[in-house]
């Protein structure tokens, strides 16, 4: 049997408020009236009648709850709810979310941050005419392994009773796996149109585990929608997290170099490739293959025999790089006289950062760190060989500007060889671009 619950949502008490009229002040210029010569009547003020918030044809806005079938007993249910009750229960598991169920290292979730420029445009259209009934369903993920906990999870949410949901079963049994920014744009009409109540539907799997979810969003959002492949391979690093393969284990290097706080990359990073993304420099997609380029198979294990974390190995050769090419790196203005004779600071562009300048040097940190394994037998030796090496790149001229032939090459991985070679040449050979480079005697 159907259950619903309905709690109304109140009304503030209207408030009459007496205004009185300013007075009125005659500046005639033949005569100047003295302010208590005039006579300021008292005219009541209309009070208006209290507000109510009715939705059109569709009563007053109400919170409800209720679960409408269950098509397969403990697996799928189909359930609705009002986007407050939907808001107040459900958890997102995002790139910046601690999820307790996640085979992250880091513990982090598998979907990108929401967009949320993005709601006020969804809530607007779920709330004109009768587009409340268009509503596309949600897909939730009901963290529940036994129909004991089952059992009570139904009978609470038929109740409404979010609070005790949290309590017994904790934040985050309720996961959304797909229509996030609808929960965020329906949440959204409700708390900005009066005129705007619905029911949600959602979709409502029962007992899987973290990586199913995961799966299950990898199926809706790449084979049944076309997405950035950056925001694709960013999910597979929680998706296939604890396979052994070369491919996952760079997607977690370049994941920890664009996430963690102690990298240079850390929140320089689109991790999505987006438009929640613009004015970060390059992709984790580019920066994930440019890991690829530094980090073959054959460095990562020797660095791993060598005891040596290639996450950690990664982090220090960017950071000697962002102080090698420091005036590049943190993007330093220009000094420039004005028509007025005044110094202005001029913005300047520079190629390091975007993503042949980034391929480039991370080509170029396979070498160095290989010629640092060869130099160094211990771990300060290494790391001692790696700073000779990387601080000759200090000697880069990374400004964009039609006469430096250091820039010369095309954007993108393809101009990423040409300016890879340039810098080759001037950290092994001492050969700036365009000096010949003299044969081995």
């Not at 302010?35 to 209290?50: C, G």
């Not at 906990?149 to 309590?167: P, Y």
């Not at 969003?217 to 076309?226: A, L, W, Y």
């Not at 580019?286 to 530094?294: A, I, K, N, Q």
């Amino acid at each position: 049997m159907n259950t619903t619950i309905a709690a109304a949502k109140t009304t503030a008490p209207a408030v009459t408020e007496t205004v009185k009229p300013a007075p009125t002040h005659n500046r005639s210029r033949a005569r100047r009236v003295p302010l208590a010569a005039v006579e300021t009547p008292t005219v009541p003020t209309p009070v208006p009648a209290p507000r109510k918030r009715v939705v059109k044809d569709h009563g007053p806005k109400t919170s409800k709850v209720m679960i409408q079938s269950h098509f397969i007993p403990g697996k799928v249910a189909m359930a609705t709810m009002t986007p407050d009750k939907l808001k107040e229960l459900a958890f997102i598991s995002t790139y910046s979310a601690k999820d307790p169920q996640s085979t992250s290292p880091r513990k982090n979730g598998y979907q990108r941050e929401p967009f949320e420029a993005r709601y006020p445009g969804i809530g607007r259209y779920y709330a004109r005419d009768n587009n409340r009934h268009l509503i596309t369903p949600l897909i939730a993920s009901a963290r529940l392994y036994n129909g004991a906990d089952q059992s009570r999870f139904n009978t609470l949410f038929a109740k409404g009773d979010v609070t005790t949901i949290h309590k017994e079963f904790g934040k985050h049994v309720f996961s959304i796996v797909d229509g996030q920014h609808r929960m965020g744009g329906l949440h959204w009409a409700w708390e900005n149109i009066d005129e705007f109540n619905a029911d949600v539907p959602i979709m409502v799997y029962y007992g899987l585990h973290y990586t199913e979810e995961a799966n299950l969003f990898d199926e809706i959002n790449t084979n049944q929608r076309k997405l950035p492949k950056a925001l694709i391979e960013a999910t597979k690093v929680h998706m296939e997290a604890g396979e052994k393969s070369h491919a996952q284990f760079i997607r977690e290097v370049a994941y920890s170099l664009a996430q963690d706080g102690d990298s240079v990359w850390h929140g320089l990073v689109n991790m999505t490739g987006g438009p929640e993304g613009k004015g970060k420099p390059v992709s984790y997609e580019g920066l994930r293959r440019s890991t690829g380029d530094m980090l073959n198979v054959r460095l990562v294990n020797r660095l791993q025999d060598r005891k040596l974390r290639v996450d950690r190995v990664a982090k220090r050769y960017w950071e000697m790089v962002s102080k090698a090419c420091a005036p590049a790196w943190d993007e330093h203005p220009r000094e420039t006289i004005d028509d007025d004779g005044f110094i202005v600071m001029e913005p300047v562009k520079y190629k390091l950062k975007d993503l042949a300048g980034m391929n480039a040097t991370a080509r170029l940190g396979e070498d160095i760190l290989t010629t640092a394994l060869d130099k160094g037998a211990t771990e300060e030796d290494f790391n001692s060989a790696m700073a000779d090496l990387v601080s000759r790149l200090g000697q880069v001229d990374w400004e964009k500007r039609p006469d430096n032939v250091w820039v010369s090459t095309s954007a993108g991985h393809a101009g990423a060889t040409g300016l890879y070679n340039m810098l080759y040449q001037l950290v092994y050979l001492d050969k700036a671009p365009g000096e010949a480079v003299e044969p081995d005697s």
